[in-house]
């Protein structure tokens, strides 16, 4: 199976950052191939610009989900996003790794996915081809995420809300929607605050996670 793990988090040092670590290293000892992307590092421009597109479909006014889809039919795509087009297809399973902040990712993540995953892409707007025709249909996405705030904080019954419902804009409405099988989250909850042992319990239970894929 081809991995791409998609890492958004300005620490290296960081939870998230050892969470990647395990993943490449678990996933690549069971005979995965294994893509990182680590998009702090990459500085990745997060910002779609009129400048991205060269060859315009309309030089009067900027619409960016006809100039994607102009971009990607033309094989005008910015090189840059081109470049992590070419991963994304490469890829059996994409596993996103980041920090919840504001109960969504990082901006940088944000940014990847509205460049990334274009109109003719990732969906066709015109032909609709969204959700279960979406264009990356046939592969799989995992939301791997660390958290501030403890874990019952996150119930139905905490102030924010159930987990899962407050991350539907990314698993229904956004991962969902262009094709990709959303399989369970995997998430560590106040790692802030909990002890060694108890961090590399948590430790353990993701590798146990990545072993069952």
């Known amino acids: 199976m081809n991995v791409l793990i998609v890492l958004a988090h300005p620490e290296p040092k960081s939870l998230n950052g050892s969470l990647k670590d395990l993943a490449l290293e ?3 000892n069971m005979g995965h191939e294994v893509i990182v992307l680590d998009l702090y590092a990459m500085k990745f421009n997060a910002i ?13 006014k900027f619409n960016p989900i006809v100039e994607q889809y102009n971009a990607v039919k033309t094989g005008k795509t910015a090189e840059d996003v081109a ?4 991963k994304v297809n490469w890829s059996d399973l994409i596993i996103f790794q980041f920090p919840i902040w504001w109960t969504s990712f990082p901006a940088i ?8 995953f274009a109109n003719g892409f990732a969906f066709d707007a015109a032909e609709g081809k969204m959700y279960a025709e979406g264009l990356l249909k046939g592969k799989k996405a995992v939301l ?11 119930t139905s019954e905490g102030p924010h809300g159930d987990i899962e419902v407050a991350l539907t ?8 929607a262009v094709g990709l099988e959303v399989l369970p989250l995997f998430g560590i909850f106040g790692p802030a605050s909990m002890e060694e042992k108890e961090l590399k319990k948590e430790m353990e239970r993701y590798k146990a996670f990545l072993e069952s894929f």
């Open 83 to 86: 470049a992590e087009m070419e």
């Open 109 to 116: 993540l944000k940014g990847w996915i509205d460049r990334v």
């Open 169 to 176: 804009s990314i698993t229904h409405n956004t991962m969902e």
């Open 26 to 28: 678990t996933l690549t």
């Open 144 to 154: 791997s995420f660390t958290t501030g705030a403890p874990w019952n904080l996150y």
């Open 48 to 60: 779609m610009v009129p400048e991205d597109f060269k060859e315009r479909a309309d030089e009067t």
